[in-house]
């Protein structure tokens, strides 16, 4: 097989197995969601289990891209590509790592926590988000797409929302020692689900580093006159 195309397949696997990490993500959080709507315990198990393949691809992802550049010294394109998912692989092992937070929370709440349903229902919608934006950030890495890659700073605006929701609902009904317990648990809970978004945005900004070679933010601080279709202030 040709250096070359050995080369291109090596890299292509590599995107690959970040892709492949962030639908294991993905699962990992409607989990999560459906353990914590459900209060099962068991499902919540299976979801610290189940972070061990998160974290394999994350070692795999960095093993793999260490070897291209010792043996095949990319530049241009293929360079941020492989630096881009090295930063990918740890936003991803983050985001398992909050399922794993949220499911570690979840035997604290009890068999039959004093639930307050509006609470309930946004962060559950949480969870519904921040799975969605972590299929949006694949999809965009998958895709190279930029605009796709942007979207997800709108989207993450509903989660921090709703974050800042819940705290302010668990300083509303904590009205009694179990009740309280229940809400401060739920706001560490929503926290996790606000990083998990956070962490799927950071992907995001990746995807348009690998593109353009520029994260987004640099976009701010380049004069107007010098953007395309940019008027001086």
């Known amino acids: 097989m040709p250096l070359r195309t050995r080369y291109c397949e090596e890299l292509a696997a590599l995107q690959g197995v970040a892709l492949g990490a962030l639908d294991l993500v993905a699962a990992q959080v409607a989990r999560a969601t459906e353990a914590l709507e459900h209060q099962d315990v068991e499902l919540a198990t299976f979801v610290v289990v189940d972070d061990d393949r998160i974290d394999g691809r994350y070692l795999e992802v960095n093993q793999g891209a260490l070897s291209l550049f010792a043996l095949q010294a990319p530049v241009a394109t293929d360079l941020r590509l492989i630096t881009g998912l090295m930063h990918v692989a740890k936003h991803f092992e983050r985001m398992g790592d909050q399922c794993v937070s949220i499911a570690k929370l979840l035997p604290l709440t009890g068999n039959d926590p004093p639930r307050r349903d509006e609470v309930l229902r946004a962060v559950l919608r949480m969870g519904a988000l921040a799975r969605d934006e972590v299929v949006q950030c694949r999809q965009a890495l998958e ?19 709703l974050n800042r929701r819940v705290f302010r609902l668990a300083i509303e009904f904590g009205d009694d020692l179990d009740t309280r317990e229940w809400l401060m648990t739920m706001t560490m809970v929503a926290r996790a689900f606000e990083r998990i978004g956070d962490n799927a945005v950071d992907i995001g900004e990746q995807v348009a580093f690998i593109v353009e070679g520029r994260f987004p933010e640099d976009a701010s601080r380049t004069p107007a006159a010098e953007r395309p279709g940019g008027i001086a202030s």
Request: hydrophobic share 40%.
């Open 143 to 161: 895709r190279r797409d930029v605009a796709l890659a942007r979207d997800l700073l709108r989207r993450d605006q509903e989660l921090n929302a």
